[in-house]
């Protein structure tokens, strides 16, 4: 089979249909947690893939929103069964979402994107801003084995260290951190206001755990556009492996609309615009035209 | 027509544009199911009557900056502006997978000038898997180009010129964006198409009021989705009164009514465009209620309701 070489992601594994909502609960300001059966999408996912997800029965909102994998639940037997996604209320589909309550029908798809890469990692650095934090819970439950994911559950050496250095507006935004402690991944916090932790930006809190850290660091990366910039240069300075998970607008999510494109360079150095949802969202930072 | 007379499964599904042949009207249409190989895992595209790649050009193209979409009430505004590798690449990884699926393939193509247009149906001509062409001469995303699908007389200058230089079946496909379809359609008829495909994109635009600004990355965009069904199903209906050819109908289609409605308007395919991105296997959806909404109408074959519109009102 002849097909684009740059292309590694498409929806091959995906599974499209109409699930309950389970849960939809309030975890910070503007923020829900939404739970619904779906064992077929609860089996593939891996940590940094996402889901499209509409409103049943309705064409306004029209097109699905991506989300991304919060984290997987188990049934009794232990087997995959329920999914949750953590979203932050923005806009048209957000705001509705919220005020739905157990059994709305939605629509969804998945898992769609290529996910974090499973890469040995002595001290996993994962850098959130905004609502950028709701990737890196299953990532860290991998990386310290606790869970697997994938069908078959993939292999992912146990890291030494996981740490989450997380901003937000102010503590009132905050969404998940006591999950991350559960885990036993090391927090550090930053508001704008100095609410809570770090007064200032979450990048300044990199520097500091990458010196004080005796092991060696991978940087992975998500939130708004200027804060992955200022990871991905940091981490390029300290000469640091760092991959981003880009949060372009996408329409489709399956790589048929090009709407989701990024400036993302090859091995010349000359970029193309890239669909994100089928080349990533997942991208080598230094890759990147930010 | 006794409808009690014609099962479901005697209904037969194939139909004729022109010289092309489908073994069913459902297809799905050019920039909104990528090379289709993208789908693979979700659709059975081997059903589909027909699938119209990505448009695609002589040389490669960046396309628009982003943001190259954002949806509004109904329907969405695109300004992909043909973002595609050309069609050497386009040949080399992309047409070998489309050749193997089965449904006919609609190559869509798009060129600056008529001698563009012209070098790529030489080009397209006997490869392998091709079945037609489709000639995007009504994509509002370029810029710079002339406009093919505004003005009747280039309209078929274009349309002759690739007759000329392909054995293929050529399908024009036309914008609404201008005062008269009727006139670009019999112009492109009269260039030689063997069909004509209605309707591309409606020209629009969002603002940000707040910030003073356009919100597509290209200012203006094209508007699709079920808000410009209405729009599309005009034309079809208007166009199908004017010329002899057989008409492709799309613009808004995510059901099987959607589609029946297109028939009876003088449609004698379908193109499913939008509905692809919110439901990937819609197509597949209407495909199995069509033979049922035919029976319905004691049709036997799809061409017994093709613009069978007859009264008005209740
Ligand atoms: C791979 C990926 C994973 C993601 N994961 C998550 C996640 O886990 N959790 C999460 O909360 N989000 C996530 N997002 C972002 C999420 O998809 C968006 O927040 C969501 O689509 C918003 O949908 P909405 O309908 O509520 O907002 P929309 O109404 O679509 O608005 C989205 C944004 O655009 C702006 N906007 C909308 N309309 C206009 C307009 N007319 N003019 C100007 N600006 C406008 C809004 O202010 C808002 O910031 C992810 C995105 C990607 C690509
Ligand atoms: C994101 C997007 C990209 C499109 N790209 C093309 C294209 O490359 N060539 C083309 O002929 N039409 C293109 N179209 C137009 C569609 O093929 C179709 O004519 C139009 O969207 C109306 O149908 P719909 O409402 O079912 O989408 C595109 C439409 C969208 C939404
Ligand atoms: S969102 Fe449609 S191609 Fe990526």
Redesign the interface.
């Given at each position: 089979m002849t097909e684009d070489p740059r292309c590694t992601c498409y929806a091959d594994h995906a599974w499209q249909g109409t699930v309950a909502i389970e849960q939809n609960v309030r975890i910070a300001r503007d923020t829900f947690r939404l739970r619904f059966a779906c064992p077929e999408i609860a089996r593939r996912i891996v940590p940094g893939q996402f889901l499209m997800l509409r409103l049943a029965g309705t064409n306004d909102p029209l097109l699905g929103r991506p989300l991304a994998l919060y984290d997987v639940i188990c049934d009794s037997d232990g087997q995959p069964a329920l999914l949750d996604v953590v979203y932050l209320v923005v806009g048209k589909m957000t705001r509705r979402l919220a005020a739905l309550p157990p059994p709305t029908p939605l629509d969804v798809w998945g898992p769609l994107g290529n996910g974090f890469p499973p890469t040995e990692t002595s001290h996993l650095v994962m850098v959130a801003g905004g609502i950028g934090q709701t990737p890196f819970l299953t990532l860290a439950q991998e990386y310290l084995g606790l869970k697997t994911f994938g069908d078959p559950p993939r292999r992912v050496p146990r890291a030494e260290a996981v740490t989450l250095c997380y901003g937000g507006r102010n503590r009132g935004y905050l969404a998940g951190v006591e999950d991350f402690r559960t885990c036993g991944v090391q927090v550090r916090l930053s508001t704008d206001d100095g609410s809570q932790g770090h007064h200032g930006l979450v990048t300044d809190l990199i520097g500091p755990v990458v010196e004080e850290s005796p092991a060696a660091c991978r940087i992975v990366c998500c939130g708004p556009e200027a804060m992955m910039e200022t990871t991905a240069k940091i981490a390029h300075r300290l000469g640091l492996p760092c991959q981003v998970s880009l949060e372009t607008p996408m329409a489709c999510g399956i790589g048929i609309c090009f709407s989701c494109v990024a400036k993302i360079r090859d091995a010349s150095g000359q970029w193309d615009y890239r669909r994100t949802c089928v080349e990533g969202p997942v991208f080598a930072a230094d890759d990147v035209e930010f | 027509m006794n409808p009690a007379a014609v099962k479901q499964s005697s209904v037969s599904l194939e139909v004729q544009l022109g010289r092309l042949r489908l073994a069913n009207p459902i297809t799905v249409a050019s920039?909104?199911?990528?090379?289709a190989?993208?789908?693979?895992?979700?659709v059975d595209m081997a059903r589909l009557g027909g699938i119209l790649p990505?448009t695609i050009t002589q040389n490669p193209r960046?396309?628009n900056p982003?943001?190259?979409?954002?949806?509004t009430?109904?329907?969405?505004l695109?300004s992909?502006g043909l973002?595609n590798d050309g069609v050497e690449a386009f040949l080399?990884?992309?047409m070998?997978?489309l050749a193997g699926l089965g449904p006919a393939v609609i190559v869509s193509i798009a060129g600056e000038s008529r001698e563009e247009f012209t070098r790529l149906a030489a080009r397209l001509d006997g490869v392998a898997g091709v079945r037609a062409l489709e000639l995007n001469v009504s994509c509002p995303n370029v810029s710079g180009g002339v406009d093919f699908g505004t003005d009747p007389a280039m309209c078929e200058k274009v349309v002759a010129g690739v007759r000329d230089a392909c054995s293929l079946p050529v399908v024009a496909k036309l914008t609404p964006n201008v005062t008269d379809v009727t006139s670009i359609a019999r112009a492109a008829e009269a260039g030689g198409a063997d069909a004509l495909s209605l309707i591309n994109t409606c020209l629009g635009m969002a603002i940000d009021w707040r910030r003073g600004r356009a919100i597509l990355g290209n200012v203006l965009g094209g508007l699709s989705?079920?808000a410009i069904k209405p729009i599309a199903l005009r034309a079809v209906y208007q166009v199908a009164q004017a010329v002899r050819v057989p008409l492709m109908g799309v613009g808004g289609i995510?059901t099987i009514d959607d589609a029946m409605e297109f028939f009876v308007a003088g449609a004698t395919a379908v193109q499913i465009g939008?509905a692809?991105?919110?439901?990937?296997?819609v197509s597949i959806g209407i495909l199995d209620a069509l033979p049922a909404a035919l029976a319905e109408l004691g049709a036997a074959c799809v061409a017994d309701v093709v613009g069978t519109i007859g009264g008005k009102g209740p």
């Open positions: - | 920039g909104t199911f990528g090379y190989r993208e789908m693979a895992g979700l990505k960046a396309g982003p943001p190259r979409t954002i949806e009430t109904g329907g969405m695109n992909i973002d080399k990884r992309q070998p997978y989705g079920p995510a939008t692809n991105f919110y439901n990937p296997t």
